[in-house]
């Protein structure tokens, strides 16, 4: 309003330079808030993936290896041919077990990457509030 232009010409020669430069500023921190924001939703899309596989790897390797001593065990009572019917199914098991361990140690060096990212978006906002004196809202 009018009045309030009067009021900051005594503060400002150029009120509008000012406006300027907040909106620089501000758009720096929107930009910072959004990167923040997508890198949050990715990593709990992330959690939310490794939640799923993470049985799904676990019972894989458990089949495996319940194969395993079950063929061990046919052999040892000299039922080779028998033990021998089962490998296929136990190679099928160990490659699906070894399949799904990968995805999901991909996933938790994809999320160790994003969750690296956050933290250094998280400590230039401290840097960046610092700087300007802005002191953190007490828990």
Do not use: C, H, M, W
């Not at 194969?67 to 065990?73: K, N, P, V």
């Not at 039922?79 to 019917?85: D, L, T």
């Not at 999901?104 to 160790?112: F, P, R, S």
């Amino acid at each position: 309003s009018p009045a309030l232009e009067r009021y900051y010409e005594r503060y400002f020669d150029d009120r509008g330079v000012i406006v300027t430069a907040f909106n620089g500023y501000q758009g720096v921190f929107d930009g910072l808030q959004a990167q923040y924001d997508q890198l949050s939703a990715e990593v709990a899309v992330i959690e939310a993936q490794l939640t799923d596989l993470e049985p799904r790897a676990e019972a894989a390797g458990v089949e495996a290896d319940r194969l395993a001593s079950e063929i061990d065990g046919l052999r040892r009572q000299g039922r080779v041919e028998e033990s021998n019917g089962l490998v296929g199914a136990q190679n099928v098991a160990v490659n699906l077990a070894n399949a799904l361990a990968g995805q999901y140690n991909d996933l938790v060096a994809e999320y160790n990457v994003k969750v690296d990212a956050l933290n250094s978006l998280a400590i230039t906002a401290r840097e960046i509030d610092a700087a300007l004196g802005v002191e953190e809202a007490p828990s």
